[in-house]
């Protein structure tokens, strides 16, 4: 069984960063663990002592959908990363653009990444910064965010993640379906 | 008319339907200990083998150490590493363990071991798998869930990426290395330049190059946000792989040459975006910030927040200052260092060490800093030793340790502290990278070296012959 998205309706986190890194949101030194679990407390690890990240800040508890700045992930292919931003709680982050490794793991543990044009991602943000109450809603079956002011926008989802989230449907089991073209190509190739 | 990435990717291709990522074969998965527990556990808990042992292998490097007698300290390591013998000998799949005298970074024994081969495809769980691209090969990083696809499958779900040509023209200047024409081309076009693109490194500067300055090129290219960076294989990659422990033999060897030279983009194939750096011009780089983006040459100042195009931009910029404790509008020539590592999977290799050692030699260290030099590998190591370069490097007050990432990371205990400054010949200026609070400025090994001996960020120039 895969992750599971269909909608979501939240408060939001602003982190107005730019080029975010996974080594951020994950410090390597908490990659010495052998499973998934356990890692929500090393989510922003080192921004989080300090006591103003907006982490700590109690309007952040329980939020779900974190507003980001552009280029989230970029760095470390570490699935960690994912693994700890779920773990903490959230659900989806919001960006102008995602590297393309975050965005393959965070499709697959449930944590969608929704990329908004320059224009959207300030209005989102400004809404966010006139009050921390305000909620964003995302509908993953008609890629339609909704904006704090009511106004709906699209965005882009790869039909097959789309697919497999909306379907709670691991990836691999598409794969395991091809075994007979996987062997086909193995035999044709001499691989 | 097809280009090398289009090539390699169409001889992948298991299948293709409407709205579906293609299922892409995979030739080599390379292993380690940090990304690959949770992918075995997947693939135990369905109950499923390894497909293809044969096409795996493993290496243990993140979190070993690298002090002499290896003795691992840290418990969570330690069962981290043990957790990676139990996998590789309950599913079949070749392991260099600290015991193995092939051990080393996975990116540096893949090739050296010839399994790393022009027009493969290889993954692993770590984004500096585009090392291998130097080969003509298709190499990228994936995520564990991935790991585990590969494992299970010896496929992936991968959607084409576009094409970028990076074309480097001209002669380098004395004191300018490969490493300085990769963090040229990131400090042009970004972290998120290259992202959804494969880069394809061409030119003449290109063709010059040895096979370990290709590597280094290849191997940063995720720092530029790309998938994977490539280069047509040539004579050049074919001395290189002839005769090493898994390549071809034979009448194997020239059948598989002969494939080989069918790799390099055709004349007339077009990339879907095109940039040309003239290496004429080019100065030693090095990186005053906290991205391999944030790179100038040596002799220029660092950039003000004032100068950048966008509130954006200037606000990364002043947030990177101020983790970095610099002043913006002043060269880091001069800037006291703390620690000086020269190693990783960018610049751990025998090249790499020369050029170190060509400026260490006869000369001592700061006694303000702390140097380490890490080889890439075991073989490297001895190697190394053979040549009597280790003596150089002790001889000089630095430290020669044993082979794994080590401070590039900073997983195994080789770190720097919160504030110290660093000279690196590795991958990421990320904060904290190098240990928490720590600072780095990113380089080649010869201006690695020159700073370890003044103490200070140094253009090397004024030090060569």
Wanted: glycine share 8%.
């Amino acid at each position: 069984m895969g992750h599971q998205f269909t909608t979501l309706t939240s408060r939001v986190i602003p982190l107005p960063v730019d080029n975010v890194d996974t080594d951020q949101i994950i410090p390597a030194r908490f990659l010495k663990v052998t499973d998934k679990n356990g890692l929500a407390e090393h989510a922003f690890a080192d921004w989080r002592q300090d006591p103003a990240f907006i982490i700590n800040q109690p309007e952040a508890q329980g939020c779900t959908i974190l507003l980001a700045g552009d280029n989230f992930g970029s760095g470390s292919s570490r699935e960690h990363a994912p693994w700890a931003l779920t773990a903490w709680g959230l659900r989806a982050v919001i960006s102008t653009r995602f590297a393309d490794i975050f965005k393959s793991n965070a499709l697959k543990n449930g944590l969608l990444p929704v990329e908004v044009s320059p224009e959207v991602h300030a209005q989102l943000m400004a809404a966010r910064e006139q009050s921390a109450s305000v909620e964003i809603s995302l509908d993953l079956e008609s890629q339609t965010l909704t904006a704090p002011d009511g106004s709906k926008i699209t965005f882009d989802v790869d039909p097959f993640a789309k697919h497999c989230l909306l379907n709670g449907m691991d990836q691999l089991d598409y794969l395991v379906a091809h075994k007979s073209e996987i062997e086909a190509f193995e035999a044709r190739t001499g691989s | 008319m097809k280009t090398l990435f289009e090539k390699v990717w169409n001889d992948h291709v298991v299948n293709t339907e409407a709205n579906r990522p293609a299922v892409l074969y995979i030739d080599l998965h390379l292993i380690h200990e940090v990304t690959s527990p949770q992918a075995f556990q997947g693939i135990r808990n369905r109950g499923m083998k390894v497909r293809r042992p044969d096409r795996t292998l493993a290496t243990m490097d993140h979190s070993t150490p690298t002090t002499p007698g290896l003795k691992i300290v840290d418990p969570l390591a330690a069962k981290q590493l043990e957790t990676l013998v139990n996998n590789c000998a309950e599913f079949g799949v070749e392991l260099h363990s600290l015991t193995s005298d092939k051990q080393g970074i996975v990116h540096v024994i893949g090739p050296e071991l010839g399994r790393t081969q022009p027009g493969m495809t290889i993954v692993c769980g770590d984004s500096h798998t585009s090392t291998h691209g130097a080969f003509g090969s298709l190499a990228f990083g994936i995520g564990t869930s991935e790991v585990e696809h590969v494992l299970a499958t010896q496929c992936l779900l991968q959607h084409k990426p576009k094409t970028f040509e990076v074309r480097f023209e001209g002669t380098p200047a004395k004191g300018v290395t490969a490493k300085d024409f990769i963090l040229a081309v990131i400090a042009q076009i970004g972290t998120d330049g290259g992202t959804g693109h494969v880069l394809e490194y061409t030119g003449s500067a290109i063709r010059a190059l040895d096979m370990e300055s290709r590597m280094t090129i290849s191997n940063m290219s995720i720092e530029a946000g790309a998938r994977a960076g490539m280069v047509a294989p040539d004579d050049t990659t074919f001395e290189y792989v002839a005769g090493r422990e898994a390549a071809p033999k034979g009448a194997e060897w020239d059948a598989a040459v002969a494939r080989w030279r069918q790799l390099p983009t055709d004349e007339g194939a077009t990339y879907d975006q095109s940039m040309t750096i003239d290496v004429n011009t080019l100065e030693p780089m090095i990186t005053y910030g906290t991205n391999p983006g944030m790179g100038v040459a040596v002799t220029q100042p660092v950039p003000t927040p004032e100068s950048m195009k966008s509130a954006a931009a200037r606000a990364d910029l002043e947030k990177a200052l101020k983790y970095m404790g610099l002043e913006a509008g002043k060269p880091l020539t001069g800037k006291p260092v703390d620690v000086v590592f020269i190693g990783s999977c960018t610049n751990s290799r025998m090249s790499d060490l020369r050029a170190a050692a060509s400026v260490l030699k006869g000369r001592k260290v700061a006694s303000s800093v702390r140097t380490l030099v890490v080889p890439g590998s075991k073989q490297i190591k001895r190697e190394a030793e053979a040549e009597g370069l280790h003596t150089i490097f002790t001889d000089a007050g630095a430290e020669w340790r044993e082979a794994g990432c080590s401070m590039c990371i900073a997983m195994n205990g080789d770190q720097i502290n919160a504030g110290q400054y660093a000279v690196s010949t590795s991958n990421r200026n990320f904060e904290g990278r190098q240990g928490k609070g720590g600072r780095t400025f990113l380089a080649s090994p010869l201006t690695a070296a020159a700073c370890a001996i003044t103490g200070k960020v140094t253009d090397v120039r004024t030090m060569l012959p």
